[in-house]
């Protein structure tokens, strides 16, 4: 079975920078990171695939924010840059079995295996 740890939260200043770890034991094929902010739902906001590298963002961390993957150890990191106080949240790293890549990266039901969260607060 999968075991996911996620680690590198921190408090950082506005406009500061984070490097989020995700280091996977077993066979994955994609991995995503969500985050979830007090009181809302936890959203995807990056995904990578395993087979080709490809990688996917949403919107609004798209040039901030930047995943990548480390093969031999099975890794997956997620670099945090300029961040803002929309920032602040609890981020997972999550994945699921099968072939499905990053399809549908954004919905949290769609992935079954989870870490335990670690958290970002972006403050003055």
């Known amino acids: 079975q999968v075991r996911l740890v996620e680690s590198g939260g921190d408090l950082a200043q506005p406009g500061g920078s984070l490097r989020l770890s995700c280091a996977a034991s077993?066979?994955?094929?994609?991995i995503a990171w969500f985050r979830q902010a007090p009181g809302k739902e936890r959203d995807g906001i990056s995904c990578i695939t395993h087979s080709d590298g490809r990688t996917y963002y949403v919107d609004s961390v798209k040039g901030r924010f930047t995943i990548s993957r480390d093969g031999a150890t099975n890794t997956v990191y997620l670099r945090l840059n300029n961040l803002n106080a929309d920032d602040t949240a609890l981020y997972y790293c999550a994945t699921r079995a099968g072939g499905l890549g990053c399809s549908n990266y954004r919905i949290y039901y769609y992935w079954d295996t989870w870490g335990q969260g670690t958290q970002v607060i972006v403050s003055s």
């Open positions: 077993g066979d994955t094929k994609a």
